[in-house]
């Protein structure tokens, strides 16, 4: 009988099993950090690739910061101009953008007319300093990553930039001035003047409305239509300045208000000379609502080149003297008695002709009663009148039978109202003591000790008030004190010759 014989395994010791599993671990730990070392110096090759990159990357854009043309790919309307300095930009761009970009047409018009702007005056006023400095400006603003990605969008793709114009074209200014003086029109008010033959006539002139152009207001609005069109008529739009007196204002019913004379008697040549000088001025004068008569404006300073002549007046020192235009306070006189009984009154008081200055003499004139005078004297006392009415007054002024006349025309009294003239003394004071002067001067040629007194040097003080009476059909008289006139006492003038 064969005997099955059975094989077993072996039994394997436990300190060999166990020096194998440490083996395979070891294994596995060196495997697992060489895999981290590899992996670990890709990681640190790629960190060093981007370093890299981004250092060429900077080193690139600090390159391109500092570079003095303009960046590759950028043009302006289709102009290159890339790698140029701005200076180089600028002269190729006034060359060539004259075609490139479309010049505005624009047409001013105004009542009829017209003016177009030349062409060519636009074509000159295309903004190049803006589109230059516009192409500069192309990658130099934002973060480094911005100013990258648009330079490489320049030199990859292009970038274009637009030309504009000037935004306020200074030709356009000037011609605006140039179509002012055309369209301008000076307003004019309506005239009327007197005329005097044998009697009074009246001339009229039509009024003329006026326009202005605002230049500066027509300057800005054809520049802000600039912005939006290229082509437009800009209509001009004047102001419109209204006469501020038409004709029919002044188409009145003009008669005379008032006559005032005043005796010349025996007066010396040369002061007739100067009065009758003088009167002249005011004839056929016009005074218009609202103006002032002043005689010292009028008839000026009195000089010999005027024709006046040295005559008698009254001086600083109260006595009489001798200077050109002596005598032309008659001239005076007589005009403010015609504004008188035309109805004048101290201004203020509602009266047609306001009183606005009148001063009397030191005494009371010849010619003249007290309280009725008016004294002038060049350039200090003057004779106002001004017209406070709705209407003109006009003056005709003459001599005629050794006397001085004025008339004064205008509208009607009211109703027809009639002035009558009075006065009334206040008070008299008689002359005090005569003076005496030295005379230094030698005015008198007196020897030392003489004494001369002048003749009418003395005078008595009187005050006088002078009223106005206003008569109308079915009313009471209306009495008005229109001035106190004072007429300081004077002592006469004694002069003693002195030593000489």
Known sequence: ?????????????????????????????????????????????????????????????????????????????????????????????????????????????????????????????????????????????????????????????????????????????????????????????????????????????????????????????????????????YTLKPAVVTPTIVRSQLEKNYVKISTATTPLGNSQPERQNNILLSLKVFDLLSLMPGETLSFNNLVGERTEEKGYESAVFINANQVYDVTDGGGICQTTTTLYDAALYAGATVNGKNGTIGIIERNPHSWPSVYIGAGLDASVNWPTADLKLRN?????????????????????????????????????????????????????????ALAPGQKYLVPHSAHDGITVNTFQIWSEDGKDDVKTLINTSVYQPIAGKVYVGVTR
């Open 388 to 444: 406070n009415g709705a209407s003109p007054i006009f003056f005709h002024t003459y001599y005629k039978n050794s006397k001085v006349c004025v008339e004064i025309y205008g509208e009607p009294l009211p109703n027809n109202a009639k002035v009558t003239i009075t006065t009334e003394v206040v008070s008299n004071t008689p002359a005090p003591a005569n003076v005496e002067v030295m005379d230094t001067q030698n005015k008198y």
């Open 1 to 233: 009988m064969n005997l099955l014989k059975f094989r077993t395994k072996k039994k394997i010791p436990a300190g060999r099993f166990n020096n194998k599993v440490a083996f395979i671990i070891c294994i596995s730990i060196v495997l697992l950090l060489s895999l981290l070392l590899v992996v670990k110096y890709g990681t640190y090759v790629q960190a060093e690739n981007v370093t890299a990159n981004k250092l060429v990357a900077a080193k690139n854009l600090e390159t391109l910061c500092f570079q003095q043309t303009i960046y590759d790919g950028v043009t302006v309307k289709g102009i290159a101009v890339g790698g140029d300095t701005k200076a180089e930009a600028k002269a190729l761009l006034v060359e060539q953008l004259k075609g490139k970009v479309a010049l505005p047409e624009v047409t001013i018009a105004y009542n009829g007319k017209s003016w177009s702007l030349d062409k060519q005056d636009f074509s000159s006023a295309i903004d190049v300093d803006a589109a230059v400095q516009n192409a500069w400006e192309i990658g130099r603003t934002g973060t480094d990553e911005e100013r990258m990605t648009e330079i490489n969008k320049a030199k990859d793709e292009g970038i274009d930039v637009s030309a504009t114009f000037v935004q306020n074209p200074d030709f356009i200014y000037n011609e605006l001035v140039k179509i002012k003086k055309v369209i301008d029109i000076q307003m004019v008010n309506a005239t009327v003047s007197m005329t005097f033959d044998t009697k009074a006539n009246f001339v009229y002139t039509d009024a003329i409305t006026g326009y202005k152009l605002d230049v500066d207001a027509a300057y800005k609005d054809i520049c802000d239509l600039l912005k939006t069109s290229s082509k437009f008529t």
